[in-house]
C-alpha cells in the first residue's frame, strides 16, 4: 500500500530561538502576555495616589457631611427646576427628571439623617 504524504521529520528543524530576532520576539511576546494576564504585578508597582484637591476633612462627623448634602441636593434641585421653567420640549423633560432623581436622592439623604444620633 502507498502511503501519499512522508512521514513527518522525526525533530523540528526550525527552534524559535535560532536567531537573534526571534529571542526578541519571544521575549516581547512575554512582555505582553504578562502585562494582560498579570496586572497585579503593574498594579503593585504604582501605588493609586488620591488627589488632595478637594478633601473633605476626615474629622467632620456625619451629621455635619449629611445636613451638607441635603443642602446641595436642594439647591441643586432649585436650580435645575429654575432652568427647566426657561426651556420647552423634550429639553425641559430631561431636566425635570434630572431634577426628581436629584429629589429622591435628597429625600435618602434626609431618611439617613433623620437616624443619625448626635453625638456632644
Known amino acids: 500500500m502507498f502511503k501519499i504524504t512522508p512521514n513527518p521529520p522525526d525533530n523540528d528543524p526550525a527552534s524559535p530561538y ?30 493609586y495616589q488620591a488627589s488632595t484637591m478637594f478633601l473633605v476633612n476626615p474629622e467632620t462627623d456625619t451629621e455635619s457631611l449629611l445636613v451638607n448634602a441635603c443642602e446641595s441636593l436642594a439647591s441643586a434641585s432649585i436650580m435645575l427646576g429654575d432652568v427647566a421653567g426657561l426651556v420647552d420640549g423634550p429639553i425641559r423633560k430631561t431636566l425635570l427628571g434630572i431634577a426628581q432623581v436629584v429629589m429622591l436622592g435628597e429625600l435618602a439623604v434626609n431618611r439617613a439623617l433623620d437616624r443619625v444620633e448626635i453625638t456632644e
Request: aromatic fraction near 4%; glycine fraction near 0%; charged fraction near 30%.
Open 18 to 47: 535560532e536567531s537573534l530576532d526571534s529571542r526578541k520576539m519571544h521575549d516581547a511576546a512575554e512582555r505582553a502576555l504578562d502585562h494582560y494576564l498579570n496586572p497585579a504585578d503593574t498594579i503593585m508597582a504604582a501605588p
